[in-house]
């Protein structure tokens, strides 16, 4: 894997008193989406993504005091960005960032406590409502995975192209949005960088990352 190429970055860091920070320090592990090719993260205050025509996520579960929580917010930064891409297009997709959430009814949260994230995207009762910096789709939109239908929903956030944002969402809002009802646990999150459709070059960070 080459080195880690310099993300210029710096996030505010104070927090809301009752919102719960997420560390980029450790914790988190890279899946593979593809045999040959992978993303490259940074850990540490923030988490650095270069993405050279490639895609993998890094992934991380929650611990039972962050099942309820219902906001987040967080800082993103795009210094390299792909080109507009359809979101609702499978293979055809790519963009900056996605941010997931991963939520299961609570009995199957306890039953799968300490699963990878592969068989947690396995469950059929998995719902993962994700947020994206990519595309040219209007701010709020609610596009279904073609990826898992029913079971995975992109919110459109911020249009491809580069800048540095702070964001806050409503996961209740946005899960009855996309899905209907009332989100269960909130077990994992993910962060992924797409690049492989379009074999183009992301550089990006994430960091200041809150669950109330």
Same mark, same amino acid.
């Given at each position: 894997?080459?080195?880690?190429?310099?993300?210029? %970055?710096? *996030?505010?860091?104070?927090?809301? #008193?009752? =919102?719960?920070? &997420?560390? *980029? $320090?450790?914790?988190?592990?890279?899946?593979?989406?593809?045999? *040959?090719?992978?993303?490259?993260?940074?850990?540490?205050?923030?988490?650095?993504? &270069?993405?050279d025509g490639? &895609?993998?996520?890094? @992934?991380?579960?929650? /611990?039972? #005091?962050? @099942?309820?929580?219902?906001? =987040?917010? @967080?800082?993103?930064?795009?210094?390299?960005?792909?080109?507009?891409?359809? %979101?609702?297009?499978?293979?055809?997709?790519?963009?900056?960032?996605? $941010?997931?959430? &991963?939520?299961? /009814?609570?009995?199957?949260?306890?039953?799968?406590?300490?699963?990878?994230?592969?068989?947690?995207?396995?469950?059929?009762?998995?719902?993962?409502?994700?947020?994206?910096?990519?595309?040219?789709? #209007?701010?709020?939109?609610?596009?279904?995975?073609?990826?898992? /239908?029913?079971?995975?929903?992109?919110?459109?956030?911020?249009? #491809?192209?580069?800048?540095?944002?702070?964001?806050?969402?409503d996961l209740?809002?946005?899960?009855?949005?996309? *899905?209907?009802g009332t989100?269960?646990?909130?077990?994992?999150?993910?962060?992924?960088?797409?690049?492989?459709?379009?074999?183009?070059? $992301?550089?990006?960070?994430?960091?200041?990352?809150?669950?109330?």
């Open positions: 894997m080459r080195p880690i190429l310099s993300v210029a %970055l710096l *996030f505010a860091t104070t927090l809301s #008193a009752n =919102a719960g920070p &997420v560390s *980029f $320090i450790s914790g988190w592990a890279e899946q593979r989406l593809q045999l *040959f090719n992978s993303n490259d993260y940074a850990f540490g205050t923030q988490l650095g993504i &270069v993405s490639a &895609v993998s996520l890094a @992934w991380t579960r929650l /611990p039972r #005091a962050e @099942w309820e929580a219902r906001k =987040a917010m @967080w800082d993103w930064r795009v210094d390299q960005s792909v080109p507009a891409t359809d %979101l609702a297009r499978k293979g055809g997709d790519d963009r900056n960032i996605s $941010i997931y959430f &991963v939520f299961l /009814p609570e009995a199957q949260a306890n039953a799968m406590e300490g699963a990878n994230i592969r068989r947690l995207m396995g469950n059929d009762d998995v719902r993962i409502l994700q947020y994206a910096w990519g595309g040219n789709h #209007a701010r709020g939109a609610v596009l279904g995975s073609p990826y898992a /239908p029913g079971q995975g929903a992109t919110v459109a956030l911020r249009q #491809a192209g580069t800048g540095a944002h702070s964001e806050s969402v209740t809002r946005d899960y009855a949005n996309a *899905f209907g989100p269960g646990a909130l077990v994992g999150l993910a962060v992924s960088a797409d690049s492989d459709d379009t074999d183009s070059m $992301i550089r990006a960070a994430v960091g200041n990352m809150r669950l109330n």
